[in-house]
């Protein structure tokens, strides 16, 4: 009996421990009380989110503004490498990450995806107009963003000689225009934003390689604050905000049909 007790001392003592030091998500009504929403981009990936000299703006940085008014609040905008945007959501730094995440398996067993903010898929691009297509890729060298769906797809191929990471988008773009790789893999409109942008770069891409739907992400569970979201995001889908701003960066609406 006094063994049993203390075994009770001690489970009690683990789960107050435990309760102590597991940081709570800010719930929706902490995040409205506060007036203003914490969201997480990485500030490198235009069209969808960069720096304009000092200015972060992009298409996912003007709607998650448009969204974030329809709920009635600010953003405080945070900018950090694409590699720690979903750990610190489970650390509670911030409240949501919007830098243009596929929806994967992986991912949604440590975060909750919103509904989708677009949908899109990667693409290969290349000097040689022979690299199109994910046969073509065998012997040849790729450049991808680090921890990115691209990385992970273009590892699937078999026959690929090397995977080069970068930990930009960026990064992996100006490998392939230095003639350091034969081939970078990006989303589509990322590359189309290229072409458009500079059209002298003797860029060629082909089709999908794969495609995904892309979305926001708050802390896994955080059902009120997901929910908040998916409605800001249909309303301003329904009032044209989201149409305008998708023209504005992508000539195109590239809202999931
Ligand atoms: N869509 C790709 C993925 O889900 C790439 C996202 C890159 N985002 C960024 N902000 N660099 O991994």
């Given at each position: 009996?006094?063994?049993?007790?203390s075994?009770?001392?001690?489970?009690?003592?683990?789960?107050?421990?435990?309760?102590?030091t597991?940081v709570?998500?800010?719930?929706?009504d902490e995040i409205k009380?506060?007036?203003k929403?914490?969201?997480?981009?990485?500030?490198a990936?235009?069209?969808?989110?960069?720096?304009q000299g000092?200015?972060l703006?992009?298409?996912?940085?003007?709607?998650?503004?448009?969204?974030?008014?329809?709920?009635g609040?600010?953003?405080?905008?945070?900018?950090?490498?694409?590699?720690a945007?979903l750990a610190?959501?489970?650390?509670d730094?911030?409240?949501?990450?919007i830098?243009?995440?596929?929806?994967?398996?992986?991912?949604?067993?440590?975060v909750t995806?919103?509904?989708?903010?677009?949908?899109?898929?990667g693409?290969?691009v290349?000097?040689?107009?022979?690299?199109?297509t994910?046969?073509s890729?065998?012997g040849?060298t790729?450049?991808?963003q680090?921890?990115?769906t691209?990385?992970e797809?273009?590892k699937?191929?078999?026959?690929?000689?090397?995977?080069?990471?970068?930990p930009?988008?960026?990064?992996?773009?100006?490998?392939?225009?230095?003639?350091?790789?034969?081939a970078?893999?990006?989303?589509?409109f990322?590359v189309?934003?290229?072409?458009a942008?500079?059209p002298?770069?003797?860029l060629?891409?082909?089709?999908?390689?794969?495609?995904?739907?892309?979305?926001?992400?708050?802390?896994?569970?955080n059902?009120?604050l997901?929910?908040?979201?998916?409605k800001?995001?249909?309303?301003?889908?329904?009032?044209g905000?989201?149409?305008?701003i998708?023209?504005?960066?992508?000539?195109?609406?590239i809202r999931?049909k």
């Open positions: 009996m006094k063994r049993i007790k075994l009770l001392v001690v489970v009690a003592g683990l789960v107050m421990g435990l309760a102590a597991a709570q998500a800010r719930t929706l009380a506060d007036g929403i914490i969201i997480a981009t990485e500030g990936y235009p069209p969808f989110n960069y720096f000092s200015k703006t992009g298409f996912e940085v003007e709607l998650a503004e448009a969204m974030a008014k329809k709920m609040l600010a953003v405080e905008w945070k900018a950090l490498s694409f590699d945007l610190g959501l489970r650390q730094r911030w409240d949501m990450v830098a243009s995440f596929g929806i994967t398996a992986d991912r949604s067993k440590a995806f919103t509904s989708p903010d677009y949908c899109s898929g693409v290969i290349s000097k040689d107009p022979n690299i199109r994910a046969d890729l065998v040849k790729v450049a991808v680090t921890g990115s691209y990385m797809n273009v699937k191929i078999p026959g690929v000689k090397d995977v080069k990471n970068f930009q988008d960026t990064d992996a773009r100006s490998a392939l225009i230095n003639g350091r790789v034969d970078w893999v990006s989303d589509r990322v189309k934003n290229v072409m942008t500079s002298n770069s003797g060629k891409t082909g089709g999908y390689l794969f495609v995904e739907r892309i979305a926001s992400a708050v802390k896994k569970g059902m009120p997901a929910a908040a979201i998916d800001a995001l249909a309303d301003v889908m329904a009032d905000t989201y149409k305008a998708s023209e504005k960066y992508m000539k195109e609406d999931c």
